[in-house]
């Protein structure tokens, strides 16, 4: 019987790389699966990891009918498709998935964000937390500046933590902790308690003068 697969964590946890993990464990099973994913930061139709690896895949759109891409698909039959970026999943996108699970016995599974820059579900991962039969936290958490686990994600702009804008703002995720990116786009992960304070970086060491 197949399955719908939701698996989430905070950016820079290693996600990707557990994508490729799955990708690749499928594959020596000899099972036929489809990689896709959505705006991966190394360009349109690959999953990159930050640890070097990477894999093409399929490049799903907003208007992407899921379904389709996956039964129509030429060579074999599809048994399971491994998606990353599922934050990026429309709501009809996560019932497409659900469609070729129950109707197509395809397992699929999906690694992602659960909650965006204002600390709100995305509307993909909210539909995958309702719908997935087995929805599970990686884990793995990157650490806040402080220490802390960090679960939440920030958007940064000009070295200020934003709290408005659209849901998706493709950032540079590479230069956590550095506040000079001018008014770029950034993300960092923080700690709720960071997170709800508002402080991205590490407050600047005090120099106390001994007279
Ligand atoms: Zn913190």
Known sequence: MAQLHFRYA???????????????????????????????????????????????????????????????????????????EAQFLSADQVDQLAWLVDDHDIDVFTFGLLSDFRGEQFPGSARLVVLADVVEALQVY?????????????????????????TVVVGNTDTAGDSDTDA???????????HRAGRPYAPAPVVTLVA
């Open 184 to 194: 770029e786009v950034s993300y960092v992960v923080l700690c709720r308690r960071h």
């Open 142 to 166: 990157p650490m806040c500046w402080c220490g802390q686990p960090a679960r939440m994600n920030a958007r940064v702009t000009g070295g200020v933590m934003v709290r408005d804008g659209d």
């Open 10 to 84: 905070a950016m820079n946890s290693g996600k990707s790389t557990m994508v490729l993990q799955y990708r690749h464990t499928y594959a020596a099973c000899g099972r036929n699966g489809l990689l896709m994913t959505r705006l991966d930061r190394a360009g349109e139709g690959i999953v990159s990891s930050r640890i070097g690896i990477s894999a093409d895949a399929i490049e799903f759109g907003a208007a992407t009918d899921l379904g389709h891409v996956v039964l129509a698909h030429p060579g074999a039959r599809v048994d399971h498709v491994i998606l990353d």
